[in-house]
């Protein structure tokens, strides 16, 4: 079985999911691409499996994902999975709005039926940030209870446990 893992990262926090997502499919027996989307098109025929991510900039997802979305309409159906990084799953009272935003309405939007999606935490990078950029995600933060954050190294919120067992649950569904 042969997969392809697309993405598109800002801040390398959903290169680093998509890198892990490789491991688990590799693990279970599939051989696996692994594809920036800001740096090539890949072809999705010939795969058994694509998963397309992207992390989530302002509300929206990075717009090399979208655009190999909606480039590869008919490629993609029956053999899709989406997944995102973004903020809001790591907020219980968030999850079921970016699930509608983040995955099924670009689905949507973009014509995928994705066999499945994956909602995933993020990390925040602050060393990725300018100084306007830190003020706004400390302002979000603190908004959700978190205060007095430790800008001298990354908070990550990433369930990895999480990550592998979807990884995973897609292998066993494809095989």
Do not use: H
């Amino acid at each position: 079985m042969k997969a392809l893992v697309a993405y598109s990262s800002n801040t390398g926090v959903t290169a680093e999911i998509a890198e892990r997502i490789c491991d688990v499919l590799s693990s279970e027996g599939f051989t696996v691409a692994l594809s920036n989307l800001k740096k090539e098109k890949p072809n999705p025929e010939g795969y058994d499996l694509v998963l397309v991510g992207s992390g989530i900039k302002m509300g929206q997802w990075i717009k090399e994902s979208k655009n190999y979305l909606d480039a590869n309409q008919k490629e993609l159906n029956g053999k899709t999975a989406l997944f995102v990084s973004c903020a809001d799953a790591s907020v219980s009272k968030k999850q079921a709005d970016a699930q509608t935003n983040y995955l099924d309405s670009v689905a949507e939007i973009y014509g995928v039926e994705p066999i499945s999606t994956g909602l995933f935490a993020g990390c925040y990078k602050w060393n990725k940030y300018n100084f306007f950029v830190k003020q706004l995600v400390k302002g979000i933060l603190k908004e959700d209870g978190v205060i007095g954050v430790n800008t001298s190294e990354p908070l990550d919120y990433r369930d990895w446990t999480q990550i592998e067992s979807w990884a995973m649950e897609l292998a066993e569904k494809v095989s």
